[in-house]
Structure formats: C-alpha cells, structure tokens
C-alpha cells in the first residue's frame, strides 16, 4: 500500500503545482546535455536591468540552473542548466526575467544552440547567447518614490526644512518602505540598500570634501581679503572699474573654488568699501553673486552642477575649460556692462575724495597674514590645477586629484587635520548630496526618470536643436527658482539617455547645455543659487536688506540675456 500512496502523492504535488513539472539539475543518471547561456536583460531605454531574477523554460516545463541566477549591475546574466540526455537540441528554450516595477514578460525564445565538442561518454554542452528586453510597468512603489522626490523638492524649495534634513527624510523614507510594506509585496519595493549605496556618487562628495580642505588652509594666508583689496586700488577711485574689477576678480575665484566660498571671502572687504564710498553695498554685491555663478560654470571644480555632470557622464576638466570658457567670458562681460548700466546712478553718487587714505587702510587691514603657507599655498593648489588638467590623460577620478591636494596640504602646512574636519568641511552638504543621489535613484529604479526622458524625446522628436533648447531652457528657469543641485541630479539620467538615441547628440553638447542651464539659471532669483542666498544673508545682517522682489527686478533679465547668449553659442557650436 505504501508504495502506492508515495507516487500518487508525488503526481497529485506535480500537478496542482503553478509551473508544473520542473526539470531539476539531477533528475536523471548518466550522460546528460548542459546548457550555458548568456546574455544581458535591458529596459526600453537601452540600459542594464539589475537584479533580475531568470527563470527557463524547456518545451514550456521550468528548468532549475545548477545555481541561481540574477543580472549584474550591467545587466548580464549567466546561467547553467541541466538537462536530460537527449532533450537538446530539438527542445523549446524559453526564458524570463523578474523584477519589481516591471511587467511580467512573455517567455523569449533561446536561438542558436551551439554545440561544444566533448569526450565521448560525457555530458554533452550546448551553447546560447540571449539578449533580451523588459518593460515597467506602474506600481505603488512608483507613486511613493514620485511623490517622495517631489515632496522633497517643496521642502527645499519654500525652506519648510533645511534642504539636507529634506533629503535625509526622502531617502529614509524610500528605504523604510522598501523594507517593510516591499517585503510582503514586491510592488511596494522601491530600491535596496545596495543599490542605495552604489547610487551615492563618492568622486562628487570626495571632490568637494577635499576642495573644501585646500580654501579652508588658503583662507588663513588672508590672500582673497588682499585680492579685494588689490581690485580697489587698480580701480583708483573710479567705482564703475572697481565695480568691474570686483565682478572679474569674484568670477576667476569662483572658477576654482565654489562660489558660495568666494562669496563668503569677498563680501566683507566689498562692503567696508562700499561703506567708505557711501555707495549701498548692494550694488556692489549683486553684479558679484552673479559673476561668482558665471565664474563658477566656466570650469569643473567651480559649481556643484559640474561636478555631478562630470563625474556622471565622465568629462575631464578640460573638456569643460574647452566648452564652456569662452562663452561664460562673453557672458560676464556682457553682465559687467549690464550692471553699469543699471547702477550708474549708485555710482554716480560714490565720494571718492579720499582713496589714498582708504587704499592705506585696507592695505594695512587686508594683508597677507601667513606668507610661508601662502608659498605653500600657491605650490599645491597649482599642482592640483595641473593634475586637473591631466586627470583624463591619466585616467584618474578628479576627485583623486583633489584628495592628493588636500593630504599634501596638510602634511605640508601642519594643520590640524581634527580642526579641519570638523571646521573647514561642510558635513551638511555631503550629507545632502550623498542623500540626494538616494532619493534620485529611488525615482529612476521606478521609472518616473524613465518617463521624463521619454518625454522629452516626444516632444523634440529627435531634433538635436529642439533638445538643445529644451533642456537649456527648462535647466535655466527651473534652477531660478528651484535650488539647482537636486534638479541636475534628476536631470542627469535623462540627458544620458537622450545623448545616446538623439542624432548628433553624442558630441556631448546636451551636457553643456545642461550646465549652462542649471548654472547660470540660478542667476535669476535670490534663492536660484547657494551663492545667491548667501550674499543676501550676509547684506541683510550688515543692514542692507533685499527683497526677493528687489533681486528678481535686477538679475533675471541679464539672466535671460545669458541663457539667449547661450543658446546661440551652443547651436552654432554644432552646426
């Protein structure tokens, strides 16, 4: 009787099973037939698939693989199966591939069966390659991750909370789903922790943690309070070239450092002058937080934006000093005549009767305080400038570069690398970067950054001119008023994509117009860029507050002027 009740079991469990039969790796003795195959799974944009898990099919029976198999990070897969002699290579080979937030496709048919020679007695090898594509499809995990990036992007828009508490929230937030409501059903899952991880683009936050060491010892030589100083006395009394000479100075500043830093250095010297001149300071302070954005595009290490775009999309800090120079020179001497023209009047009225004795001044307030580091000083941050220079001859990661910099500056100057770690660097904004790049990932793994891009290509239809002038445009007034650093995070993954399906595009020019964009359109608001909301800050608390109204009135319209100036640059660029 047992012996009866042990096979019906066995086919009663066989046939109420969902896949039916499976076909296990040792179902059978002797010689048997292997099949490797491999392949990449891809979505409809083209790139790898994660993660995935594959599931096989031998004349529509699933086949269990010697070991589980899923797709790297470049969406490749390799899988081993074994089979029953004989049943290859006449069987029907299908595959599949699983993943959360896309739709279960049809079973793709395996072709080409290749057959490797073997001794004679032993399993006999077939080969196969299999490239495939699978489609997302809308789940809850879509809807939280959309609102989750667009929350986040309110919060840091209107100040309800400090932008990097903002992200911190976001991200946790993703993952926090992700965990628990995406562990009972794979529709709620978001991202992984790894994926989280991998996201987090550490040559950004490595670049800007060692930037942040070299101007924090450099600030201690007082040579940026001397420059200042510098530009009045070349100016000799005549305010529209002070005002000239501020703006150029700001600008160079700012295109090796950040620019909130350069603003930070120079607003104190610029007011004490303008005081003295008996000119409000805010005609001095606006034209240089607009040049310090203008500065800041023309190079890689000048802006946050650059610094993502070419870590990203992997541009060299020549490729940017090639591109971009020459029209941010055009464009800050057309915002140097702008902002004559529209202080002429401030100017006008400045007192300059006394210019020795307020040269002397400042000669004696703003002096170099530490020449021995500023020797130093000016060795390092030139030998980090060339390996800029170099760094895709080499091969080498900017921040690597950056980080040389920054060890030699330490050991060199002997300063505490304690104090510098806890003074100099601004933890607050790697930490919103590292979590900003979380929270973007969220939205790509769900395909919300999928469909923007889709998107855009719709509406140019392919036209390199119409993405051009989309992504320039829609960068410049969405970084004025919305703070630009998360917005080209988002933007990123969609200019990858159009940058390889546009015709033409692969020149790279949709990266330029990205940084253009997202750089200079911060000009257009008080609250557009880091740079912008500093000066007003600093102004406010010196007793000369400007409204957003105020700033708005002076900045956008040589914005506008910079972003036309912009898009004709980058048209005839690739005519």
């Not at 997302?136 to 400090?162: D, K, M, N, S």
């Not at 709620?188 to 490595?206: P, Q, S």
């Not at 919300?448 to 392919?462: H, N, Y």
């Not at 109204?549 to 506008?560: D, G, N, S, T």
Request: aromatic share 10%; charged share 15%.
């Amino acid at each position: 009787m047992k012996r009866l009740i042990v096979p019906a079991l066995f086919f009663i469990l066989a046939a109420i099973s969902p896949t039916g039969r499976t076909i296990t790796a040792r179902a059978h003795t002797g010689p048997g037939d292997h099949l490797l195959v491999t392949g990449t799974v891809s979505n409809s944009h083209g790139g790898p698939v994660e993660n995935a898990e594959l599931n096989f099919y031998a004349n529509g029976r699933k086949v269990a693989c010697t070991q589980k198999a899923t797709t790297s990070g470049e969406g490749r897969y390799s899988a081993e199966l074994a089979l029953p002699h004989g049943l290859l290579p006449e069987a029907k080979i299908e595959i599949d591939a699983l993943k959360p937030c896309f739709k279960i496709p049809e079973h793709v048919l395996v072709e080409r069966l290749a057959k490797e020679a073997g001794a004679p007695g032993a399993d006999t090898v077939y080969l196969a390659r299999c490239n495939f594509t699978i489609l997302r499809q809308i789940t809850p995990a879509f809807w939280i991750a959309t609102a989750i990036l667009l929350g986040v992007y309110v919060l840091i828009a209107f100040e309800h909370l400090h932008r990097t508490l903002a992200a911190l929230l976001g991200a946790s937030l993703m993952l926090a789903i992700s965990y628990t409501a995406g562990a009972f059903d794979s529709a709620y899952r978001i991202l992984t922790f790894g994926k989280a991880m991998h996201a987090i683009d550490l040559n950004v936050v490595f670049l800007l943690m060692a930037m942040m060491i070299i101007v924090g010892i450099m600030k201690k030589t007082g040579v940026f309070q001397w420059m200042a100083y510098k530009a009045y006395q070349m100016a000799g009394g005549n305010v529209f070239a002070l005002a000239s000479v501020l703006m150029f100075v700001t600008a160079v500043i700012s295109a090796f450092l950040d620019n909130v830093t350069a603003m930070l250095l120079i607003i104190p010297v610029t007011i004490e002058i303008a005081v003295t001149l008996q000119i409000n300071p805010v005609s001095l302070l606006l034209p240089e937080a607009f040049a310090s954005n203008i500065g800041g595009t023309a190079t890689l290490i000048g802006d946050p934006p650059n610094i993502m775009i070419g870590s990203y999309a992997k541009l060299s800090f020549m490729h940017f000093v090639g591109h971009l120079s020459l029209v941010n020179a055009i464009a800050l001497l057309i915002a140097i005549l702008y902002f004559a023209y529209w202080y002429r009047k401030d100017y006008s009225r400045a007192r300059v009767d006394n210019v020795g004795e307020m040269i002397a001044r400042l000669r004696k307030e703003y002096k170099i305080t530490n020449k021995t580091l500023l020797v130093q000083g000016c060795f390092i941050p030139a030998m980090t400038v060339f390996l800029f220079i170099i760094h895709g001859t080499l091969k080498m990661e900017p921040s690597v570069a950056a980080l040389i910099g920054a060890a030699l500056f330490l050991v060199i100057s002997r300063e505490d690398i304690v104090e510098m770690l806890e003074h100099e660097i601004e933890w607050p904004t790697l930490i919103f970067f590292m979590m900003l790049f979380v929270v973007v990932a969220g939205a790509e793994e769900v395909g919300f950054i999928q469909i923007i891009a889709d998107w855009v290509r719709e509406i140019s239809k392919g036209s390199l001119v119409v993405a051009i002038l989309m992504i320039l445009w829609v960068s410049a007034l969405a970084s004025a008023i919305l703070d630009n650093i998360p917005f080209t995070a988002t933007m990123l993954p969609v200019v990858g994509y159009l940058t390889t399906v546009i015709p033409g595009a692969q020149s790279g020019v949709l990266w330029w117009a990205l940084s253009l964009g997202a750089c200079l359109g911060g000009n257009g608001t008080m609250i557009g860029a880091s740079a912008n909301v500093v000066t007003v800050g600093m102004a406010e608390k010196a007793g000369y507050p400007v409204s957003f109204k105020e700033y708005f009135k002076v900045a956008f319209l040589p914005m506008i002027i910079s972003i036309i100036l912009c898009s004709a640059w980058l048209l005839v660029k690739e005519r």
